[in-house]
């Protein structure tokens, strides 16, 4: 028992309790680790689910927007009426008010086939227009006055519309929560 109480208070280290230099982690520690970034991810999930939905419509709602500018520019220089609307992936135009994950563009010359381009949406995210199909008109530089309704098909993400004047200009709103219903 003597030799136990000095070899307590001696702080000097002595055979009977040699100091080890300990590397590492011990599995209770990593276990604890790996139970709090399990729970900070299970909170994040959620948020960044709503960030890539959100993503996802506002680049359906510029991929909408480039097409209407890139058919009333069209129209504007080769003199030829453009149309943009809603369709089927075979590239058929779909009535108004009628849910979309595509869409298509084309000119109407005088003489020959229309040159037909049809693209989706990203996944998930669909559309509708107020009035189908979109015509610009190159002589008066003017459109179909319209809107285009984008909405998240699994209503994650806030919609968005994208208006179009009479003039052919288009501009990029906020769509109510009811107009994807």
């Known amino acids: 028992m003597q030799r136990?109480?000095?070899a307590v208070s001696d702080p000097r280290p002595s055979d009977n309790f040699p100091m080890r230099n300990i590397s590492g982690v011990t599995l209770i520690e990593l276990l604890f680790a790996m139970a709090v970034v399990a729970i900070l991810a299970g909170l994040a999930a959620p948020g960044f689910q709503q960030s890539l939905r959100s993503t996802a419509v506002r680049v359906g709602t510029y991929e909408l927007l480039a097409g209407l500018q890139q058919t009333r520019g069209?129209?504007?220089?080769?003199?030829?009426?453009?149309?943009?609307?809603?369709?089927?992936?075979?590239?058929n135009c779909l009535p108004p008010a009628t849910w979309s994950a595509w869409w298509r563009r084309s000119t109407e010359p005088a003489i020959g086939a229309p040159r037909i381009e049809t693209r989706a949406l990203p996944e998930g995210v669909v559309a509708r227009a107020s009035r189908s199909p979109i015509r610009f008109w190159p002589s008066a530089l003017n459109a179909t006055n319209t809107t285009l309704t984008i909405c998240d098909s699994r209503r994650v993400?806030?919609?968005?519309?994208?208006?179009?004047?009479?003039s052919g200009r288009a501009r990029v709103a906020l769509a109510a929560e009811s107009a994807c219903r």
Do not use: K, T
């Open 4 to 6: 136990f109480w000095e």
């Open 74 to 91: 069209s129209s504007i220089l080769e003199s030829q009426p453009g149309l943009l609307c809603p369709s089927d992936p075979a590239g």
């Open 157 to 166: 993400a806030s919609p968005r519309a994208i208006v179009v004047s009479v």
